[in-house]
């Protein structure tokens, strides 16, 4: 059992509450996964060519200002960095590549995903408690995706924490469980994919990601992975200007939609979204089984 929120904003002018607005919907879906948990923020994206780069401490916290220092006299591009506590967003021009064979060197922190709007934390612990160690309150942009995880399948840990990113601005999210993840991964290991986890929310991740990569829509990826994921699921994906959702064909992990012309807010439980604004004036609805429901800011 596990919790997702998302929250796309179609007034501009809740943008700089996202996070306050986000963070009660975030709390109460830590029942539904104690274990561990994340978010991804999106913003207005970065001027090219910068990319930010989400990083996270593993183990003994660096000198986060120290590493962006030692990047731009090694790499010989203008770096800036920002810090919340174990985790730090770095905005740097350079290619995704050149930065990982570059942080390989540094033991203690991950790469958690790369692009110009999106922005992703994910820790162990109670998701309350990491939502205010790393200030997500604070956070300002135009839709997030979260998640509460209770691990059935896989190890408690950062690493295996959602959301998961595999390319360029999207994440993506999952309640429920798939029985085939470890033949994904063969399949997908020998299309020349690197995993990081044992993880099956990974294995879906990627596998839509590489149906992205060989033409695919969206829409149509999703439309694959109904006919290739075996398992319960509801997934919802976040890209730089959408939220997307699809559940299996039994749905039997919950979802619920508020949707209004400020804002689209989709939970586990309907109980995370009575605090938003106007909930009451809101068009709320269980999505259906087997159909792909995409909203745009």
Same mark, same amino acid.
């Given at each position: 059992?596990?919790?997702?929120?998302?929250?796309?904003?179609?007034?501009?002018?809740?943008?700089?509450?996202? /996070?306050?607005? %986000?963070?009660?919907?975030?709390?109460?879906?830590?029942?539904? /996964?104690?274990?561990?948990?994340?978010?991804?923020?999106?913003?207005?994206?970065?001027?090219?060519?910068?990319?930010?780069?989400?990083? *996270?401490?593993?183990? !003994?916290? +660096?000198?986060?200002?120290?590493?962006?220092? !030692?990047?731009?006299?090694?790499? *010989?591009?203008?770096?800036?960095?920002?810090?919340?506590?174990?985790?730090?967003?770095?905005?740097?021009?350079?290619?995704?590549?050149?930065?990982?064979?570059?942080?390989?060197?540094?033991? #203690?922190?991950? &790469? %958690? $995903?790369?692009?110009?709007?999106?922005?992703?934390?994910?820790?162990?612990?109670?998701? @309350?408690?990491? =939502?205010?160690?790393?200030?997500? =309150?604070?956070? =300002?942009?135009?839709? $997030?995706? /979260?998640?509460?995880?209770?691990?059935?399948?896989?190890?408690?840990?950062?690493?295996?924490?959602?959301?998961?990113?595999?390319?360029?601005?999207?994440? &993506?999210?999952?309640?429920?469980?798939?029985?085939? +993840?470890?033949?994904?991964?063969?399949?997908?290991?020998?299309?020349?994919? !690197?995993?990081?986890?044992?993880?099956?929310?990974?294995?879906?991740?990627?596998?839509?990601?590489?149906?992205?990569?060989?033409?695919?829509?969206?829409?149509?990826?999703?439309?694959?992975?109904?006919?290739?994921?075996?398992?319960?699921?509801?997934? %919802?994906?976040?890209?730089?200007?959408?939220?997307?959702?699809?559940?299996?064909?039994?749905?039997?992990?919950?979802?619920?939609?508020?949707?209004?012309?400020?804002?689209?807010?989709?939970? #586990?439980?309907?109980?995370?979204?009575?605090?938003?604004?106007?909930?009451?004036?809101?068009?709320?609805?269980?999505? =259906?089984?087997?159909?792909?429901? @995409?909203?745009?800011?």
């Amino acid at each position: 059992m596990c919790g997702i929120v998302g929250l796309l904003l179609r007034d501009e002018r809740l943008e700089p509450d996202l /996070g306050r607005l %986000l963070v009660p919907m975030f709390d109460c879906m830590a029942e539904r /996964g104690p274990d561990s948990a994340g978010l991804a923020v999106f913003t207005r994206p970065l001027a090219e060519p910068l990319r930010r780069y989400s990083l *996270h401490a593993v183990g !003994q916290m +660096p000198d986060w200002q120290r590493l962006a220092a !030692q990047l731009r006299e090694e790499l *010989h591009q203008p770096a800036a960095i920002q810090v919340r506590d174990n985790h730090a967003l770095l905005e740097w021009p350079g290619e995704p590549d050149v930065l990982r064979r570059w942080l390989a060197s540094f033991s #203690s922190v991950r &790469l %958690l $995903g790369v692009g110009r709007a999106l922005a992703v934390f994910k820790d162990q612990g109670n998701p @309350a408690s990491i =939502a205010r160690r790393l200030g997500f =309150a604070e956070l =300002a942009g135009t839709h $997030g995706v /979260g998640h509460t995880r209770m691990a059935t399948e896989s190890a408690v840990s950062p690493r295996h924490a959602h959301p998961f990113t595999a390319d360029g601005d999207s994440c &993506l999210v999952h309640n429920g469980s798939l029985s085939n +993840p470890h033949l994904l991964r063969r399949q997908l290991e020998a299309a020349g994919l !690197q995993f990081e986890t044992d993880n099956d929310t990974e294995a879906a991740c990627r596998y839509i990601a590489w149906r992205l990569s060989q033409g695919d829509t969206l829409e149509a990826a999703l439309h694959a992975a109904l006919q290739t994921l075996d398992g319960f699921y509801t997934l %919802l994906i976040g890209t730089a200007d959408s939220l997307t959702l699809l559940r299996d064909p039994f749905a039997c992990k919950p979802a619920v939609v508020a949707e209004t012309s400020r804002y689209v807010a989709v939970s #586990s439980e309907f109980r995370s979204l009575a605090h938003l604004p106007q909930i009451e004036a809101a068009r709320i609805f269980e999505p =259906a089984p087997e159909k792909v429901y @995409a909203w745009y800011h």
